[in-house]
């Protein structure tokens, strides 16, 4: 029974910290899909391509960031 | 805090008036900025202890950007950007001139709303930086 009882506190951890790195991975992704919008002076809306995106939330967060600090 | 450059530091202080109004009439707007064409930080509502040089940096490299990939697309530049990021919105709306008014909001804002704001300032900010119609430059 406590052999048993130890390997589900195992098994639970494990599990747990599948959960954990799963999570991170997906909150260290890039640039969602949506996240940036242009509209150009012709009137067309652009959606960057994944780098150009990634490019504007890497500055963006940096901008929020400092917003941030000094609200 | 009024930046003072290009409009000089009446026109600076006009600015600054412009953007303290926008704060008021949208409540969801945390810091505003205008930044000119060579990416000079003109006026802000940034609060004292801010790098300024860091912060129109930053704000020069997402106009930089969003000029960069308008011409990718067949225009010259653009009207307006919407950043969403983890802590807020970044929003960007380009001026006549080659300037962009900047704002920056909250996780939660009504960012539509906001940059109608924003596009309603726009042309008073276009007169006092001497970028708008019938301005030269």
Redesign the interface.
Known sequence: MKRIFGRLVLLGAAAGAFYALLNYLRDSEGAKK???????????T?E?DPA?AQ???D??????????E?? | MAEGGAAGATGAGELEGVLENLRALSGEV??AAVLLKDGELEAST??P???RE??AA??A??AG??RR??RE????????????????H?LLV?LEGGGTLVA?TGPDARVGLVLYDMRNVRKEIEKVTGSGEGAQG
């Open positions: 949506g996240d940036v919008q242009m509209v150009l002076d012709t009137g067309a652009v960057p150009e490019e504007f939330a500055i963006a967060r940096k901008v929020l960031e400092i917003d941030g000094n609200r | 945390v810091t940034l609060p202890g801010v790098d860091r912060y930053m704000l490299g997402l950007t969003g990939i308008a697309n067949g225009g010259s530049s653009f009207s307006q950007v919407r950043i969403k990021g983890e802590g807020g970044v380009g920056t």
